[in-house]
């Protein structure tokens, strides 16, 4: 595989299969990135082939000498979450009674079960982290962004990011340890 920088160059000037390298290289974790804020696989994957069409539309906008590829992919992919939660917001649907859960296939039930569980319980506390928490600490942990390219996705100073992301893990650790009945250390 050429080196990004090419792929983003080539692809910038109309290359498909530059773009579709593109898109091999990034497709999983913008996937990933998706599926964290939408539950049902479906829809996820609608949404992450919406984020590859406008990119492929926007990129003869986008200036390769002022931005992070990366970064832009990612601003993209949120943008296309909030738009499909609009969407969702004017016209609500019927909700299923078991939204499936993807876990890595184990040998024990017991351990499947377990591994529901954990995840549950995990995705409950995130969940009842403000949005704006859960946006710093996805895309800093999760997706492992620096501060600087995480303030520039969501067009924040900072020292705003650094703020919410002192925060966001204090309440993520206050709800583990009424959940866990675990104290941890004060950092």
């Known amino acids: 595989m050429e080196s990004l920088e090419v792929l983003v160059r080539n692809a910038h000037s109309g290359d498909k299969e530059a773009f579709r390298e593109l898109y091999e290289f990034f497709a999983d974790p913008i996937f990933r990135f998706i599926k964290l804020k939408i539950q ?3 829809e996820a994957e609608d949404i992450l082939q919406d984020v590859f069409l406008k990119a492929w539309l926007a990129l003869p906008k986008f200036r390769l000498e002022q931005a992070n590829f990366r970064a832009w992919l990612y601003r993209i992919a949120s943008n296309a979450v909030t738009d499909n939660f609009r969407k969702r917001y004017r016209s609500p649907q019927t909700l299923e009674l078991f939204d499936g859960f993807d876990a890595a296939t184990t040998d024990s039930v017991a351990e499947s079960v377990g591994l529901r569980l954990d995840a549950k ?5 995130f969940s009842r982290l403000p949005a704006n928490y859960r946006a710093v600490l996805e895309l800093r942990f ?9 303030a520039k996705i969501l ?3 900072r020292l705003a990011i650094r703020l919410i992301q002192y925060r966001g893990l204090q309440k993520l ?4 340890e009424k959940q ?3 104290q941890y250390s004060k950092i």
């Not at 999760?142 to 995480?150: G, I, L, M, Q, Y």
């Open 142 to 150: 999760v997706e492992d962004f620096s501060v600087k390219e995480t």
């Open 173 to 176: 650790r206050d709800y583990m």
């Open 155 to 157: 067009k924040k100073s």
């Open 121 to 125: 319980s995990v995705r409950q506390m």
């Open 180 to 182: 866990y009945d675990i």
């Open 40 to 42: 049902s696989q479906q």
